[in-house]
């Protein structure tokens, strides 16, 4: 049950009243679980990553800058499926989408930097989520990559906005401080802040205020200090840690 103003916490003392009228950003609520290729991944790679995965795009990073994304149509028109550029372009096909040389080069390429799309539109983990929307429905777009400068950080997707909006209470009239989705992301930063955690290993989600980590850690002493970090954060009412040790090879 979430806490009221009057609802004493494990420490016997009343959570602060939330505070409303907040912004909810790109921070709060992206996905930070990425799958991303290179630009040398191949393109049988790709396919059978979004096959296995049940996904319909990957990003492509260089050094964790992004610099294209792949998406199933960009691997549609394919010589080896017999749906190539020359059989494309005969007559009666429309040559809006692109040129003949892109066509070819994503008919013929082998690699992700031969079919991916360039020039992805990126918005910074600050962004608001009311220009997120913006965003998608400006680019038509499902999805938009968060960068950190120019390191990707994580995506928002409309799947994403949909979780927010069903974690907002019946009647809300905005968020607040309380949400778990502002919550997941101070979990995130705690952990970001500590040596030895294994952020990038660690699945972190939040409900009704009761955090839950699974995943990995590198440092088996820096479990329980971590943890307990974790509950020191506002309006954080549990943690229920199932983080295994990343074992040595």
Do not use: C
Not at 6 to 35: Q, V, W, Y
Not at 82 to 107: D, L
């Amino acid at each position: 049950m979430t806490p009221t103003a009057n609802t004493p916490t494990r420490n016997g003392r009343s959570p602060p009243p939330p505070r409303s009228n907040l912004t909810i950003r790109a921070k709060h609520i992206m996905t930070t679980n990425l799958t991303v290729v290179g630009p040398e991944t191949t393109v049988h790679g790709i396919a059978q990553l979004l096959t296995d995965r049940h996904i319909s795009a990957v990003l492509v990073t260089d050094h964790g800058a992004v610099v294209g994304i792949v998406s199933e149509g960009d691997l549609l028109h394919r010589r080896e499926l017999g749906t190539g550029f020359e059989n494309a372009s005969s007559p009666g096909t429309s040559g809006k989408r692109a040129n003949e040389s892109i066509a070819r080069r994503k008919s013929d390429g082998r690699h992700a930097r031969d079919v991916m799309t360039g020039q992805v539109v990126t918005l910074p983990e600050d962004a608001s989520l009311a220009d997120v929307v913006k965003t998608l429905q400006a680019n038509h777009i499902r999805r938009v990559p968060i960068v950190r400068g120019a390191k990707l950080v994580g995506v928002v997707s409309r799947a994403d906005i949909m979780r927010a909006l069903a974690a907002r209470p019946d009647g809300s009239h905005g968020p607040t401080s309380r949400d778990d989705d502002m919550i997941r992301y101070h979990v995130i930063e705690t952990l970001l802040s500590i040596p030895g955690t294994s952020p990038w290993a660690t699945t972190v989600t939040v409900s009704d205020g009761i955090v839950e980590l699974t995943g990995s850690v590198e440092d088996e002493a820096i479990r329980d200090p971590s943890r307990i970090a974790i509950e020191g954060i506002p309006d954080v009412v549990e943690v229920r840690d199932h983080r295994s040790i990343i074992q040595p090879y």
